[in-house]
């Protein structure tokens, strides 16, 4: 820790011994100062807004912009500045540019055709778990389960080839990584984007019926977007949709067998309990754990707080997540509460577009794993498991599990 | 009850369709909603006011 240069405390800040908890300090921010000021890596200090009412009125106010590149904009790490100042796709973008680039997606990641998938998923979570009881125990979950699933849906979704996933994981590690340099951000950005580029040309002569052969044919070949901004757009679907699903069913699988009387409700569990549950694991987890950022386009108040043009914001949603006047109780795991209301997608235009894709993943894999494994159990202390403190997404770099 | 969907604000997030499959859908080419009814029944009411509340771009209007 370096020595504090105001008041305002660094953030993000450490969480304490219950891993799935929010920071402690946020617990207490959210209870006696629910808005105040933090101070980022660039030694800026914008905004906290921990209360769930504030979060979602900083993310659904027209005042407040998403645009990285407006000065003040609070850049969660080194590397996110350094790429989006280069290659932005929509999640940085304000409307109306925001609303055409989601709407060319908002199709392939809806209810229904998402719901059209299932099968496949099921399909792809058998065997996975087939292969996990054929192979050798303990078995590193993340390895076995929770990063294939995703990975090869989304592959299979865009139209990338799931053989090179060493590469697309090696590179999505850094840009989620908190401690990468703005340089190493950079280069596997490039790497990524490199490829993805050489992928949308390649299917503008040979289409095939994914989302990349969409964007290539109607949008590239016709001029509406260039190679590099369809890449960038397929680099944040990419990264987004394997990420944040596969460390879900990590750290969900976690909090489970810590809480054993939720996993057993979750095993017997008919499909809307099922449901349910996946909402609740998405709030007591909350595994987006940096805080939403965005800016103020002019002179504000926002949760009674008097805000400037040109202050960063950051709607805390994890901690915001346990709000008990929106989840009473909220520190316990309970499956069966009322929980769909939380804001671990985000709130507000820029709220998860894939979130239809996760929940029926999520659904199908946590059943798919308890009940065919009933014995399920961690193979080593739960505080000696190696959490991902150092990544904008929150869950466990490996997660040994025997039966 | 009369409910209001505006779709240049939808951002198809698809939580209503969750929530109130009965009253909202989307449109198959670019997963934007549709109003299946204006006037739900009773018994639909306290669904429709959770889409509205959970509606993440704030498109949807209730009237009563």
């Known amino acids: 820790m370096t020595e504090a240069r105001s008041a305002a405390p660094e953030f993000p800040m450490a969480r304490g011994r219950c891993p799935f908890d929010p920071p402690p300090e946020l617990g207490r921010r959210l209870r006696e100062q629910p808005v105040s000021r933090v101070r980022i890596w660039d030694g800026s200090e914008p905004w906290l807004f921990t209360r769930y009412d504030d979060v979602r009125a900083v993310l659904t106010d027209p005042r407040v912009s998403a645009d990285p590149d407006l000065p003040g904009y609070p850049s969660q790490t080194p590397g996110v500045k350094a790429r989006r100042a280069r290659f932005k796709a929509f999640i940085g973008m304000d409307d109306p540019e925001h609303a055409a680039q989601r709407r060319l997606l908002t199709g392939d990641f809806m209810v229904k055709k998402i719901e059209r998938m299932r099968p496949r998923i099921q399909q792809i979570a058998d065997e996975l778990v087939d292969g996990m009881l054929a192979g050798p125990k303990p078995a590193d979950l993340v390895q076995a389960l929770a990063l294939p699933l995703p990975s090869l849906v989304i592959c299979e979704l865009l139209g990338v080839p799931y053989a090179d996933r060493d590469f697309f994981h090696r590179c999505s590690k850094v840009l989620v990584s908190r401690d990468a340099t703005a340089e190493q951000s950079l280069a596997a950005a490039e790497e990524l984007l490199g490829y993805l580029g050489q992928l949308v040309e390649k299917k503008i002569g040979d289409p095939a019926d994914d989302v990349f052969s969409r964007l290539a044919t109607g949008q590239v070949a016709t001029g509406a977007m260039t190679v590099e901004e369809a890449a960038a757009m397929g680099q944040l679907l990419l990264v987004a949709g394997h990420e944040t699903t596969a460390n879900m069913i990590a750290l969900g699988t976690v909090a489970l067998l810590e809480n054993p009387d939720q996993l057993a409700i979750v095993r017997e569990a008919d499909d809307a309990l099922l449901a349910n549950a996946v909402e609740e694991l998405l709030r007591y987890l909350t595994i987006v754990h940096s805080g939403r950022r965005r800016v103020a386009l002019e002179d504000m108040e926002i949760g009674g707080c008097p805000v400037r043009k040109g202050d960063g914001l950051v709607a805390a949603t994890d901690i915001a997540n346990r709000d008990e006047t929106q989840f009473p109780e909220p520190e316990k795991l309970d499956v069966t509460r009322k929980a769909r209301q939380h804001v671990a997608f985000g709130y507000g235009v820029h709220q998860c577009l894939g979130q239809p894709l996760a929940r029926v993943e999520l659904q199908v894999v946590y059943r798919t794993l308890y009940r065919r494994i009933p014995s399920l159990r961690l193979a080593a202390p739960v505080d000696e498991l190696n959490f991902k403190h150092d990544m904008v997404v929150y869950g466990v770099h490996e997660l040994p599990v025997t039966w | ?64």
Not at chain 2, 7 to 16: E, K, M, N, T
Not at chain 2, 29 to 46: N, R, T
């Open chain 2, 1 to 64: 009850m009369k409910v209001v969907v505006d779709q240049s604000r939808c951002v198809g997030a698809g939580q209503c369709v969750l929530v109130a499959p009965e009253v909202f859908d989307q449109r198959e080419d670019d997963g934007i909603v549709l109003l299946l009814q204006d006037d739900p029944a009773e018994e639909l009411h306290a669904r429709v006011k959770e889409a509205a509340q959970l509606c993440p771009a704030l498109a949807i209007e209730l009237d009563g």
